[in-house]
């Protein structure tokens, strides 16, 4: 099977990490010719990267209309997390079972990186890493198929804190992941599971409690912003760097 083309890439990353971290807002519109103007690529290809997205659950693409950034309502919202809470706790009896000491060094090495970006205040990126932690979590129970559920769940909690939680406060979650840390290592499924559901209640908590401020920035300067820092890293190819705005 041919592997998707490296604009593709760029651009699906891009645009996924704007998402994670809310430099992009639900509700935003994503115009076709603006992503691809930005990433040199066609509307057929952009339409592939959109969709792409659409199946992780971070964009909402109706036929004839503009793609937005997915706008989750409040009772999905509840939805995704009494999901997630389910899943959450087997994730943990998975990894009990499979535990390795490699397992917390790999763990503790994403809450290091989740302190750095708080004290350098970087909320977004530290809202995104904590998501991190629990794809990785779940990659380390062996089950590819909650990882895959797992990653799509973190993704739709991330939306779901930028409509209706508190962005920009220091809220422990990297203590709490910390505790599990060391739930884990102890090896009682039961104290994990325990310590883990009291995290998700805490997450959730902060996630559905009231409205976002609608401060949204140009499409534009954050693809520039995003996709630029991806190129400089992972490849040479060049991007547009200013587009009209929309």
Do not use: M, N, S
């Given at each position: 099977m041919s592997r998707p083309s490296p604009r593709i890439e760029i651009a699906h990353e891009a645009l996924k990490q704007a998402i994670l971290e809310r430099a992009l807002q639900?509700?935003?519109?994503?115009?076709?010719?603006?992503?691809?103007?930005h990433f040199s690529m066609s509307r057929?290809?952009?339409r592939a990267v959109l969709a792409r997205l659409q199946s992780e659950g971070l964009v909402d693409a109706q036929p004839k209309r503009t793609a937005t950034v997915a706008l989750p309502?409040?009772?999905?919202?509840?939805?995704?997390?009494?999901?997630?809470?389910?899943?959450?706790?087997?994730?943990?009896r998975l990894v009990i079972k499979r535990w390795k000491p490699a397992f917390g060094a790999e763990l503790e090495g994403l809450v290091r990186e989740e302190d750095a970006a708080r004290e350098r205040g970087e909320e977004h990126?530290?809202?995104r890493l904590a998501g991190e932690f629990h794809?990785?979590?779940?990659?380390l129970s062996g089950n590819a198929v909650i990882e895959k559920y797992m990653a799509e769940l973190v993704t739709r909690c991330s939306l779901i804190l930028a409509v209706f939680g508190r962005p920009?406060?220091?809220?422990g979650g990297a203590d709490e992941h910390a505790h599990i840390i060391a739930a884990l290592r102890s090896g009682d499924a039961d104290r994990a599971v325990a310590i883990m559901a009291h995290h998700m209640g805490a997450v959730e908590a902060r996630a559905i409690t009231g409205q976002d401020e609608d401060n949204r920035p140009a499409l534009g300067d954050v693809l520039a912003r995003y996709a630029g820092?991806?190129?400089?890293?992972e490849t040479a190819i060049p991007l547009t760097r200013k587009v009209r705005g929309k």
């Open positions: 639900p509700g935003t519109r994503l115009p076709e010719d603006e992503i691809g103007a057929t290809l952009v309502t409040l009772a999905e919202a509840r939805d995704v997390f009494e999901t997630r809470r389910a899943l959450e706790a087997e994730v943990v990126v530290w809202g794809i990785r979590l779940a990659k920009h406060q220091h809220d820092a991806i190129t400089a890293r």
